[in-house]
């Protein structure tokens, strides 16, 4: 047997082995650049749900690389397309069409919400928010943003500015008029108070900030539909429909950050937002689009995307290869109908982590939609004292059984599952195990 298909679980003592690639790591890359684990983890093959690291372990891969590869690793179809691409015209810049990039923004037109008509394609999510909040500036003439508690958006000034957790701000806000409205997080509810007698308190509370802390006219709301790196919160039922009911009435659009939640990651629907009753002014995203291959993209309402004025560039936006790719993510996904694959493999996964937390106290709660899926863990079900050590030594445990999943939340104390699009009832009872064998090492 070649180190390449070596089985899952890794012994503790193929953990501890040396890789060369950890080591050139640790001395050349920035320290804030932090890996999974004790002992990080060096990827060198990845082949549909598997990936193998240079130890020659093999793990199913429940993460993704953060929800982005979607449909399997190295999935043949796209991949097909992607080289047939990079073979046929690799780079145009926006300075001249591509047919890719024409086909991507056509065939976006027609699976977002109706009003939605124009994109503009840009290489990470960071960028894609960056165009979304210039262009609701630009439209609105106003310059103000709400955004939520607990969110993230990437990297930029703007997008650091927007950021609703300090341990990923190296920096204070550089850019002003952006104020944080209290995040939908019902298991922590900020103002102390339960779903439905809340009457939505937290939404509420957005037109007590924006009459508080700006000039009383924004330019708009953006949002995560689900808070991802903010450890998977959804939103409750009627929640968007009331916030942004309360922007608009304050001049504001509504900008859905899409990053995480898109490409049927919830179930059934292209677009999280879809689960509420509420159109976005602009969709943002990126992660999945292109199953690993960088892509973003910022699609706008026709009025939006007209307002945006004087010329804007992009060197590597809108790249043949990445639009190609992401159009093949897109048919892979209408074939194998994963959308419905979502919903129904992901109900399962639900009811699956609900046994979980029957069996193990040390899960305060289950919450997502579709594949993404996430368990809270705390000290105490009554205080909900985080516990961000149990999520550690879960995921080593998971890991040593050949499963690697992910972590999230404004105390390091959330699981975050997200798992292929295409999985199987199996390859969740396979996490399932793992995660089981993880709570009880608690013990
Ligand atoms: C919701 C959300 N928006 C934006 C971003 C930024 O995306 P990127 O890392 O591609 O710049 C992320 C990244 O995790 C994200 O989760």
């Known amino acids: 047997m070649s180190t390449a298909e070596k089985q899952s679980p890794a012994s503790a003592q193929q953990i501890g082995a040396q890789s060369e690639t950890v080591r050139k790591h640790k001395e050349?890359?920035?320290?804030?650049?932090?890996n999974y684990y004790q002992e990080p983890i060096a990827l060198v093959k990845g082949d549909g749900f598997h990936v193998w690291d240079d130890q020659g372990n093999r793990y199913l891969d429940c993460f993704g690389g953060v929800l982005t590869v979607s449909v399997g690793h190295c999935n043949p179809k796209v991949n097909a397309a992607l080289i047939e691409q990079v073979n046929t015209i690799s780079?145009?810049?926006?300075?001249?069409?591509n047919k890719p990039q024409s086909d991507l923004a056509e065939k976006l037109y027609q699976i977002t919400?109706?009003?939605?008509?124009?994109?503009?394609?840009?290489?990470?999510?960071?960028?894609?928010d960056d165009t979304a909040i210039h262009a609701a500036k630009t439209f609105t003439g106003r310059h103000e943003i709400?955004?939520?508690?607990h969110s993230y958006a990437g990297?930029?000034?703007?997008?650091?500015?927007?950021?609703?957790?300090?341990?990923?701000?190296?920096?204070?806000?550089?850019?002003?008029g952006i104020v944080h409205a209290r995040a939908p997080y019902c298991y922590r509810c900020p103002l102390k108070l339960s779903y439905p007698e809340c009457g939505l308190a937290c939404a509420e509370d957005i037109e007590e900030l924006i009459m508080t802390t700006t000039t009383g006219e924004i330019a708009a709301f953006m949002a995560e539909t689900i808070l991802g790196v903010g450890g998977f919160v959804v939103p409750p039922p009627g929640y968007f429909e009331r916030a942004v009911e309360i922007a608009r009435k304050h001049g504001g659009i509504f900008i859905a950050d899409e990053v995480q939640t898109a490409w049927g990651r919830t179930g059934d629907k292209w677009w999280g937002i879809e689960h509420w009753d509420v159109e976005p002014d602009i969709i943002t995203s990126a992660k999945g689009a292109a199953n690993g291959f960088p892509v973003g993209m910022t699609i706008a309402t026709e009025e939006v995307a007209n307002a945006y004025p004087g010329l804007t560039f992009s060197t590597f936006g809108g790249n043949p290869v990445a639009c190609a790719t992401t159009l093949a993510v897109i048919h892979v996904i209408e074939e194998e109908d994963l959308r419905k694959n979502a919903a129904e493999v992901g109900a399962y996964l639900r009811q699956r982590l609900d046994e979980l937390k029957d069996k193990h106290p040390v899960i305060g709660d289950v919450r997502g939609l579709g594949l993404m899926q996430g368990l809270e863990l705390v000290k105490d079900r009554e205080t909900k004292e985080p516990h961000p050590q149990a999520v550690l030594r879960v995921m080593e445990e998971t890991r040593r059984r050949g499963v690697l999943i992910g972590k999230g939340g404004l105390y390091g104390n959330v699981i975050r599952t997200g798992m292929m699009l295409n999985s199987t009832r199996d390859h969740v009872d396979e996490m399932i195990g793992a995660l089981d064998a993880g709570f009880a090492s608690l013990n």
Request: with cysteine; aromatic share 10%.
């Open 155 to 176: 990297r930029s000034a703007t997008a650091l500015s927007t950021m609703g957790h300090s341990t990923w701000r190296p920096l204070p806000a550089q850019i002003p």
């Open 28 to 34: 050349f890359v920035f320290p804030a650049v932090a």
């Open 91 to 97: 780079h145009t810049s926006t300075l001249y069409c």
């Open 146 to 149: 709400v955004v939520l508690r």
């Open 113 to 128: 919400p109706s009003k939605l008509k124009k994109s503009f394609f840009t290489n990470s999510g960071t960028e894609a």
